[in-house]
Nanobody, 125 residues
């Protein structure tokens, strides 16, 4: 079964930074678009950022634009999320997702084929 694995989560004070990474757990599989979503307690899962295979299309949620940066290393099949100027409202479980059917970045979670199990990010004030 295809699975993605996130790393880099943890606890940080407001204004601090964290960098998340995500890569396939083992077997080789086709992936095009990679993205990040997050879910806070009692909230729906929401879009954070996404990037096409070659990096030609990058989309961010308005809530993180200017603070977060998504990037990828295709040689490693790895996507990153650099999070700066973190705020308490960024506290959530962050999920990595991949789209294998077509290289079109999308904010819609239902269009992604593979998911990680999430990594906790906690920002304290």
């Amino acid at each position: 079964q295809v699975q993605l694995v996130e790393s880099g989560g943890g606890s940080v004070q407001a204004g601090g930074s964290l960098k998340l990474s995500c890569a396939p757990s083992g077997r080789t599989f086709r992936i095009f678009v990679m993205g990040w979503f997050r879910q806070a307690p009692g909230k729906e899962r929401e879009f954070v950022a996404t990037i096409s295979y070659g990096g030609g299309t990058i989309l961010y949620a308005n809530s993180v634009k200017g603070r977060f940066t998504i990037s990828r290393d295709n040689a490693k099949n790895t996507v990153y999320l650099q999070m700066n100027s973190l705020k308490p409202e960024d506290t959530a479980v962050y999920y990595c997702a991949a789209r294998g059917s077509v290289n079109i970045a999308t904010m819609s979670a239902k269009e992604y084929d593979y998911w990680g199990q999430g990594t906790q990010v906690t920002v304290s004030s």
